[in-house]
């Protein structure tokens, strides 16, 4: 019998490797295949105890490479693609924003073209493409992102993402072609490169480091549980309706200075210190460009029609996070050294 044949594209990095992992262990039905190209964001050890698992593949490559692309199509027959793989730091886009035109608008609409071409005469495809909700813009303080809101990208990352997302929409349009799209808020959890905020955040309060504020930390963000993201996501695969787009979102708005606040004290709590003395590493340091000021979901639609709503609460996602940072030790600070030296002084120092 033909097993359903899953494309997972950016999978060593921090969802993809969540996501790929319940699929592996949830649909042994299932062949997963995990195609990454391993850039600094991508890590084999972020999916390492799937390595034997027989319905798990892990195929390098880059998603710009057409003949890859194709000669991957070939040899597996893909049925579904879920496709993640991203340059995904807004800061680094606001630095290099051609390595975010190539690989997430060049290299989605690569696959979507070979996709097309080989799904010409299949029926129960899918294409199921991973997005953000910064495509949406900037929220004053009220209000919240709707499926229908107007596209309103405002940083090279999400204009790059954007894009992407409107690719995806003209080939369900223009071809018919089988795609669904879901737009999520900030995710935090286990694995998270320590570029984002709450993982550099915990490694700089473990290694009593300064704490950098961008501008006056009262930027918002909709926080979520990367669990949750990941099982929205298969929610989504399995019963979203072709064409359509979900929100989806934690719930969860927090001021940066308030959740940082929370980190630091929940590591003095685990780390014995008095509480307070993290939060004297707080530095407010020079604004991103082009800040963001707020971000918030209204996640009402996949709640509705697809019974998905966040289950895990902010300080009980935060402290495992904790947990999770400090108890892999060997994992931050093979991450964090190399090229992330370079970065943090360049881009907290230079
Ligand atoms: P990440 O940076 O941790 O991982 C991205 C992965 O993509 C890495 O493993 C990297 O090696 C791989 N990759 C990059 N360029 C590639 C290329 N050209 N070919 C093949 N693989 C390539 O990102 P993440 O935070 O896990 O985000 C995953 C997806 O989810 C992205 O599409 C992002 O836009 C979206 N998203 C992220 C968040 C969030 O809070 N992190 C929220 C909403 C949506
Ligand atoms: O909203 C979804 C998006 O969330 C995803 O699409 C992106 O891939 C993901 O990176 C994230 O984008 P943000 O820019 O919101 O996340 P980041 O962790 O970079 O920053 C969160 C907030 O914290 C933001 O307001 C900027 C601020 N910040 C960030 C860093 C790294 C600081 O104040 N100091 C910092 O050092």
């Known amino acids: ?106 290299g989605t609409a690569n696959l979507l073209q070979v996709a097309k071409t080989y799904w010409a005469d299949r029926e129960g495809v899918l294409f199921y493409h991973v997005s953000t909700d910064e495509v949406y813009g900037s929220l004053g303080t009220t209000g919240l992102f709707k499926e229908t809101t107007a596209y309103d990208p405002r940083s090279p990352y999400s204009a790059s993402k954007a894009s992407s997302d409107h690719f995806v929409r003209a080939f369900f349009h223009t071809y018919n072609f089988p795609v669904v799209i879901s737009n999520c808020s900030n995710n935090y959890g286990p694995y998270q490169f320590p570029e984002k905020l709450i993982p550099l955040m915990i490694n700089n309060i473990f290694h009593s480091k300064p704490l950098p504020i961008y501008g006056d930390g009262l930027n918002i963000r909709d926080w979520l549980w990367v669990g949750d993201h990941v099982d929205a996501i298969d929610v989504v695969f399995h019963k979203g309706k072709v064409g359509e787009t979900y929100n989806i979102g934690g719930n969860n708005e927090m001021t940066n200075i308030k959740l940082v606040h929370m980190l630091c004290d929940l590591m003095d709590k685990k780390l014995n210190r008095p509480l307070g003395k993290s939060r004297e590493l707080i530095t407010f340091v020079k604004d991103r460009k082009g800040h963001d000021r707020r971000y918030a979901i209204d996640a009402t639609k996949i709640k509705n029609e697809l019974n998905w709503e966040p289950k895990v609460f902010p300080q009980e996602g935060m402290a495992a996070t904790i947990d999770w940072y400090l108890n892999n030790a060997a994992w931050l600070e093979n991450v964090t050294s190399g090229a992330y030296q370079e970065y943090y002084k360049n881009h907290y120092q230079g």
């Open 1 to 106: 019998m033909h097993k359903r044949s899953i494309l997972i594209t950016g999978g060593a990095g921090f969802i993809g490797s969540h996501v790929v992992r319940q699929l592996v262990n949830k649909y042994p039905q299932y062949l997963i295949y995990n195609l990454d190209k391993l850039t600094y964001a991508g890590n084999l050890e972020n999916v390492k105890d799937l390595e034997n698992k027989p319905n798990y593949t892990f195929l390098k490559g880059d998603i710009v490479n057409e003949d890859a692309i194709k000669s991957f199509f070939d040899t597996h027959q893909f049925d579904a693609v879920i496709h993640l793989a991203a340059e995904s730091h807004v800061d680094r886009s606001i630095t290099n924003p051609l390595e975010f035109i190539y690989t997430n608008v060049i």
